[in-house]
């Protein structure tokens, strides 16, 4: 039987980040994955926004660093990432969101963000074309960006195996043998391991993993749809958000990524619960529809790929990140919900710190938003 000091199940947006934080401080760790690569579940599936204008502390600030990480990626690890720093707005069509979105910015401005009060002309000058029917405004955060999802987890995963990291793909968790109430064997579908620590970063599965220990571990995937356009030259700047509910759907979103091609998503209302892979007819009409209504220059772009993946949601939006008491070798980094992408680099430095016991204060205040241990009653302002 191997042992390791270290096994990560799922090599996914969480779990590659922790693996390379991990090998990059000496540790051995294996990475067990179902799936026949890296990357192949909801990390490839997202669209690669990334913003740390969020509405609390903990997503805040590990959103800070996973920028500065995706930032200086190249420099530090010498690859391409696809890294852009082109924003993201919030344009407001209604009062009630202008109200919402401003009281947010005095908390946003409290927590030190570049993120300003854009009037329709000026929103018009970095996203030129756009809608300025009822348009009363806009949020703009220069700072944030956005990432090629497939050249980064590419990325990750070439820099794990540099610094030693094995994994195994096409294998599944299926049990763990526990000894005193630690865990002593991580069995799969193939083989049995040893580990002195277990990190479960199993994205949809992680509420399974949960049951195999008999704790619960509330993560409910929903599905969500994307789709990319051909590429073109690029005429608009920022991620636009659109907050405004209609039948069918609640936000959309929608960038121009590094290579010219415009990337968008829809959130289902209502939500769509469960893991269902399966491209609808539905989502193409409905969503371009609302793209064309607040921006018509779109009108003439061709869709290349439609794509359908999960957020794994927790009841309040937040991650769930920390120690598991009842098991003490066993940490729980889950519950990404639709941020996963934009989390995970910040995130996998986080967990090295929890798995090290060398949390500071600021850790700790980031781990109490992501307390596995509370009552989920909250609800994050924008999840
Ligand atoms: C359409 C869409 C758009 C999105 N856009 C964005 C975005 O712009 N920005 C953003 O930040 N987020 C976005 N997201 C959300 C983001 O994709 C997820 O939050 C993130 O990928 C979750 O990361 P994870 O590591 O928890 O799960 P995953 O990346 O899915 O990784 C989990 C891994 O665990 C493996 N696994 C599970 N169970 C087992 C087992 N028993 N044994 C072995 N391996 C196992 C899986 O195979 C998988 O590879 C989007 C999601 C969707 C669907």
Same mark, same amino acid.
């Given at each position: 039987?191997?042992?390791?000091?270290?096994?990560?199940?799922?090599?996914?947006?969480?779990?590659?980040?922790?693996?390379?934080? +991990? *090998?990059?401080?000496?540790?051995?760790?294996?990475?067990?994955?179902?799936?026949?690569?890296?990357?192949?579940?909801?990390?490839?599936?997202?669209?690669?926004? &990334?913003?740390?204008?969020?509405?609390?502390?903990?997503?805040?600030?590990?959103?800070?660093?996973?920028?500065?990480?995706?930032?200086?990626?190249?420099?530090?690890?010498?690859?391409?990432?696809?890294?852009?720093?082109?924003?993201?707005?919030?344009?407001?069509? /209604?009062?009630?969101?202008?109200?919402?979105?401003?009281?947010?910015?005095?908390?946003?401005?409290?927590?030190?963000?570049?993120?300003?009060?854009?009037?329709?002309?000026?929103?018009?000058?970095?996203?030129?074309?756009? !809608?300025?029917?009822?348009?009363?405004?806009?949020?703009?955060?220069?700072?944030?960006?956005?990432?090629?999802? +497939? +050249?980064?987890?590419?990325?990750?995963?070439?820099?794990?195996?540099?610094?030693?990291?094995?994994?195994?793909?096409?294998?599944?968790?299926?049990?763990?043998?526990?000894?005193?109430?630690?865990?002593?064997?991580?069995?799969?579908?193939?083989?049995?391991?040893?580990?002195?620590?277990?990190?479960?970063? *199993?994205?949809?599965?992680?509420?399974?993993?949960?049951?195999?220990?008999?704790?619960?571990?509330? &993560?409910?995937?929903?599905?969500?749809? *994307?789709?990319?356009?051909?590429? &073109?030259?690029?005429?608009?700047?920022?991620?636009?958000?659109?907050?405004?509910?209609?039948?069918?759907?609640?936000?959309? =979103?929608?960038?121009?990524?590094?290579?010219?091609?415009?990337?968008?998503?829809?959130?289902?209302?209502?939500?769509?619960?469960?893991?269902?892979?399966?491209?609808?007819?539905?989502?193409?009409?409905?969503?371009?529809?609302?793209?064309? /209504?607040?921006?018509?220059?779109?009108?003439?772009?061709?869709?290349?790929? &439609?794509?359908?993946?999960? =957020?794994?949601?927790?009841?309040?939006?937040?991650?769930?990140?920390?120690?598991?008491?009842?098991?003490?070798?066993?940490?729980?980094?889950?519950?990404?919900?639709?941020?996963?992408?934009?989390?995970?680099?910040?995130?996998?430095?986080?967990?090295?710190?929890?798995?090290?016991?060398?949390? !500071?204060?600021?850790?700790?205040?980031?781990?109490?938003?992501?307390?596995?241990?509370?009552?989920?009653?909250?609800?994050?302002?924008?999840?």
């Amino acid at each position: 039987m191997k042992s390791f000091d270290t096994i990560v199940i799922g090599a996914g947006s969480i779990g590659m980040p922790t693996a390379l934080n +991990l *090998a990059l401080q000496k540790q051995s760790v294996l990475v067990l994955d179902i799936e026949h690569g890296p990357g192949q579940q909801n990390n490839k599936k997202a669209i690669g926004g &990334v913003r740390a204008t969020h509405s609390d502390f903990g997503k805040i600030q590990t959103c800070l660093r996973s920028i500065e990480i995706m930032r200086t990626w190249h420099e530090v690890f010498g690859d391409d990432i696809g890294w852009m720093s082109n924003g993201y707005s919030f344009p407001a069509y /209604e009062e009630q969101d202008e109200k919402k979105l401003k009281d947010l910015m005095q908390i946003q401005h409290s927590f030190g963000l570049n993120i300003k009060w854009l009037n329709p002309d000026e929103y018009n000058e970095i996203v030129p074309g756009i !809608s300025l029917d009822g348009l009363r405004g806009s949020t703009y955060s220069p700072e944030d960006g956005s990432c090629s999802p +497939l +050249l980064q987890a590419s990325s990750y995963f070439f820099q794990c195996r540099k610094a030693g990291v094995e994994f195994h793909f096409n294998e599944t968790v299926t049990g763990f043998e526990l000894s005193e109430s630690r865990i002593d064997k991580v069995i799969t579908n193939k083989s049995t391991y040893s580990a002195g620590t277990i990190i479960n970063t *199993a994205g949809n599965h992680a509420r399974e993993i949960g049951q195999l220990l008999n704790i619960d571990i509330p &993560v409910f995937p929903d599905n969500h749809e *994307a789709g990319i356009t051909e590429p &073109v030259a690029r005429f608009f700047g920022p991620m636009v958000i659109d907050m405004r509910k209609r039948p069918g759907s609640a936000n959309f =979103y929608f960038y121009q990524n590094i290579e010219g091609q415009v990337v968008f998503c829809i959130t289902p209302d209502p939500p769509i619960l469960g893991i269902d892979n399966r491209s609808t007819s539905e989502f193409l009409p409905l969503c371009s529809k609302r793209m064309l /209504e607040v921006y018509p220059r779109l009108r003439y772009l061709k869709v290349r790929r &439609v794509w359908r993946g999960q =957020y794994p949601m927790t009841p309040d939006g937040f991650p769930i990140v920390g120690k598991c008491p009842q098991i003490p070798n066993l940490i729980n980094a889950v519950g990404m919900c639709g941020q996963g992408f934009m989390l995970g680099p910040g995130l996998g430095e986080l967990i090295f710190r929890i798995y090290a016991n060398t949390l !500071s204060e600021s850790d700790l205040r980031v781990l109490q938003s992501f307390d596995p241990y509370r009552d989920f009653s909250g609800m994050e302002a924008f999840k």
